[in-house]
């Protein structure tokens, strides 16, 4: 976590939680890491951007993911996002698929989705940092004590929130929160929608028609908190 600095939203949630000594492990795993020449995405001063771009008050529908792309030059902070110019992977293709059939908007070549970040969609993943061509490699490392106290905060909050879980992983993420609950139908004043995650391995399986964003539109605009412009 050297050079991420808590954005001051989130800050009373998490310090508890950076404070611990499964936190500081982390930081100093990461820092030894490093030290040791191995390349880590995404870049120190980047791991922290979904929490950054999204302050906790601002947060209508989140999407989890499990953790950042390993490939050079894609991951920037956000779950399933890669940076502008970069090829769109293929879970986020499906992803623009199910957009597009969904609300009819047009497919796009960018793959950067600071757009809908800053409208209120809290795009975490579960862990933050990964080893450059090693997927999960840093899962289990401590990330996911500070990524579930963030769910918790905003699962904690009165405002009526969207929780989009694609996925095992996602639900599993979700069911250690105790301010949600895996019905399908809603957690309280929250609605939890579930379906297959959109890699290609499992997209067929129940991700294509699950219409994620018509629906979270219509639980927004019903609860006062305003419809999501998804188009990039």
Known sequence: MTHDTIPESWRSVLEPVLDSAEARRLGGWLKAEEAAGKQVYPPRGTRLAALALTPLDAVRCVILGQDPYHGPGQAHGLAFSVQAGVRVPPSLVNIYKELEADLALPRVQ???????????????????????????????????????????????????????????HARKKASRVPALALSGAGSGHHLVLTSAHPSPLSAHNGFFGSRPFSQTNAFLAQHGRGAIDWRL
């Open 110 to 168: 960018t793959g950067d989705l600071t757009p809908w970040a800053r409208q209120g969609v809290l795009l975490l993943n579960n862990t933050l940092t990964v080893e450059a061509g090693q997927a999960g490699s840093h899962a289990g490392r401590g990330w996911d004590a500070i990524t579930d106290a963030a769910v918790a905060a905003v699962a904690e909050r009165a405002e009526p929130t969207v929780f989009i879980l694609w996925g095992s």
